[in-house]
């Protein structure tokens, strides 16, 4: 039965997902004329809707530590990247934000529209130095517009107990621009894995770590600041106590 209750519920939730995003994205056009921070807060009331219905259909809890470590200021924040959780869960903590995107989502009817009126930073993810260029020019400009500035380092979803490879672009725009680093561990992939609509009950842990420094350093020394940090709490905040070493293993998409 409780296999059932998991299924029903995890199918409910995502079947509020698909039918609330068109009408969603269609009320998003009409936010057009209003100004940025309202626009934003009507539009990302969406994530914020289905994160609610996701804790309360699929007994999903979260628990955040450390929030005590947010700069005062927006800044970059460079997260794990397991599920479609974190695309959502993070609009709790850092508002308003931007994220670095493939240029192609925005042209997905009705949906890629409303999200082009959040000014994410889209790139041309196959272009390389183009793309990197794409989010130092965006980023700067998001974060002097005082929006925090999500990335994926690992730029795609990789299942719970793995590592992908950490890529620069996040580490470049912090770097460039003396704009500290906030790293965020958490394990959303064991709860909502990815590929899969079903969500398991349990608690999604998220951990915050310091504000990693870049004023004057290298790249490749943050990146691999940041990459230590993040892989170093997934074992801790695992709910499936995976040892250490899985998390060393590089996963390639």
């Known amino acids: 039965m ?3 209750r998991v299924v029903f519920a995890s199918v409910l939730h995502q079947a509020l997902l698909v039918i609330t995003l068109p009408v969603w994205g269609l ?3 009409l936010t057009l004329p209003l100004p940025y921070r309202l626009r934003y807060r009507l539009i990302t009331s969406w994530g914020h809707l289905q994160l609610w219905t996701l804790e309360r259909l699929c007994r999903v809890r979260v ?3 450390g929030l005590a470590h947010r700069p005062e200021q927006p800044c970059v924040v460079m997260a794990k990247h397991q599920s479609a959780w974190e695309t959502l869960g993070l609009l709790r903590w850092f508002q308003p934000q931007t994220w670095v995107l493939k240029r192609e989502l925005m042209r997905i009817p009705v949906f890629g529209w ?3 009126l959040l000014q994410p930073i889209a790139i041309d993810r196959g272009s390389g130095a183009l793309a990197r260029r794409q989010v130092v020019e965006q980023g700067r400009e998001r974060l002097r517009a005082g929006r925090w ?6 730029g795609t979803r990789v299942p719970a107990g793995r590592k992908g490879r950490y890529r620069a672009g996040g580490a470049i725009l912090a770097c460039e621009t003396g704009t500290p680093i906030l790293p965020v561990a958490h394990n959303a992939g064991e709860i909502w894995p990815r590929g ?3 969500k398991q009950p349990g608690e999604i842990r998220v ?3 310091p ?3 870049t004023e004057g350093r290298q790249v490749g020394e943050v990146l691999a600041e940041v990459e230590a940090w993040i892989e170093a709490q997934m074992p801790e905040i695992s709910e499936r106590g995976y040892p250490g070493t899985l998390y060393t293993r590089s996963f390639r998409k």
């Open 114 to 116: 409303g999200l082009a």
């Open 211 to 213: 504000a990693i420094a």
């Open 196 to 198: 899969s609509i079903i």
């Open 27 to 29: 009320l998003a056009l």
């Open 63 to 65: 628990r955040v530590e």
């Open 207 to 209: 951990r915050i770590g």
């Open 2 to 4: 409780r296999g059932a």
């Open 149 to 154: 500035v999500i990335i994926f380092p690992e």
